[in-house]
């Protein structure tokens, strides 16, 4: 039986750019993340979500980020490190208004700390946002 909610979570994972057998690595779990939005990016790359400690190449990285998780530059730094050359961070964030919501100035100024660029935000379930960070293009090929 399909809840009404699951086809959403289900394009949610297609819009963050997921796709069947990526390798999705998740940082920042805590009891108050979407467990609907993981379960359908589980289901929907057919498997399990990696943790902190996952020592393969990444595609897409989760980032759950609450205001008092940190240094948000030292948290995008370590998601950079297994990052496949094309992969993506997404920052989750609380939305407005909920515990932990952080202002999207702060994520700005983080980015280019990082070498990184900031490209879509989308909401991504009742509760949470997301920030898309991606490696800069670069302009030339040499």
Same mark, same amino acid.
């Given at each position: 039986?399909?809840?009404?909610?699951?086809?959403?979570?289900?394009?949610?994972?297609?819009?963050?750019?997921?796709?069947?057998?990526?390798?999705?690595?998740?940082?920042? /779990?805590?009891?108050?993340? #979407?467990? $609907? *939005?993981?379960? +359908? &990016?589980?289901?929907?790359? =057919?498997?399990?979500?990696?943790?902190?400690?996952?020592?393969?190449?990444?595609?897409?990285?989760?980032? /759950?980020?609450?205001?008092? #998780?940190? $240094? *948000?530059?030292? +948290? &995008?730094?370590?998601?950079? =490190?297994?990052?496949?050359?094309?992969?993506?961070?997404?920052?989750?964030?609380?939305?407005?208004?909920?515990?932990?919501?952080?202002?999207?100035?702060?994520?700005?100024? +983080?980015?280019?700390?990082?070498?990184?660029?900031?490209?879509?935000?989308?909401?991504?379930?009742?509760?949470?946002?997301?920030?898309?960070?991606?490696?800069?293009?670069?302009?030339?090929?040499?």
């Amino acid at each position: 039986m399909v809840a009404a909610g699951d086809a959403d979570y289900s394009s949610v994972a297609e819009r963050l750019g997921i796709k069947p057998d990526m390798v999705v690595q998740e940082i920042g /779990w805590d009891e108050d993340v #979407d467990d $609907d *939005l993981r379960a +359908a &990016i589980e289901e929907h790359i =057919g498997g399990e979500l990696l943790d902190e400690d996952a020592d393969e190449v990444i595609d897409v990285v989760l980032l /759950w980020w609450r205001e008092d #998780d940190g $240094d *948000l530059v030292d +948290a &995008i730094m370590d998601a950079r =490190g297994p990052l496949d050359e094309n992969g993506v961070i997404w920052v989750l964030t609380p939305k407005t208004g909920q515990p932990g919501h952080v202002e999207p100035s702060e994520i700005a100024e +983080a980015v280019p700390t990082v070498g990184l660029a900031q490209t879509s935000n989308i909401s991504v379930g009742a509760n949470w946002a997301g920030t898309k960070l991606v490696s800069p293009k670069s302009k030339s090929k040499r």
